[in-house]
Nanobody
Framework: QVLLVKSGGGLVQAGGSLRVSCAAS????????LHWFHQAPGKEREFVAA????????DYADSVKGRFTISRDNAKNTVYLEMNSLKPEDTAVYYC????????????????WGKGTLVTVSS
């Protein structure tokens, strides 16, 4: 079966940085566009970032442009989200997700989801 796992969550002060990662096994990694979503307490899950199969087609939510960087290493079956200049409103559970072939901003289009990791940004 397919497995997506995450690491790198935790507590950070506002203005700080954190990197989360998601490693996949059991799927042809390069066939999938990869995404990050997050869900704050009491809020709906929303799109954060996306990256295409070959590392192109990069897309970010307006709220994180210039602060977050998504990248992938197909040889390591891993996707990363580097988060800089963190704000308290970034506090959320972060999920990686995979969609066959093309990127999307809609969580309903995702086929596989990671377990989620909590990022807490203190003011």
């Amino acid at each position: 079966q397919v497995l997506l796992v995450k690491s790198g969550g935790g507590l950070v002060q506002a203005g700080g940085s954190l990197r989360v990662s998601c490693a996949a096994s059991g799927l042809p990694f390069s066939n999938y566009a990869l995404h990050w979503f997050h869900q704050a307490p009491g809020k709906e899950r929303e799109f954060v970032a996306a990256i295409g199969r070959n590392g192109g087609d990069i897309d970010y939510a307006d709220s994180v442009k210039g602060r977050f960087t998504i990248s992938r290493d197909n040889a390591k079956n891993t996707v990363y989200l580097e988060m800089n200049s963190l704000k308290p409103e970034d506090t959320a559970v972060y999920y990686c997700a995979a969609r066959f072939l093309a990127v999307s901003r809609f969580d309903s289009g995702m086929i596989y989801w990671g377990k989620g990791t909590l990022v807490t940004v203190s003011s």
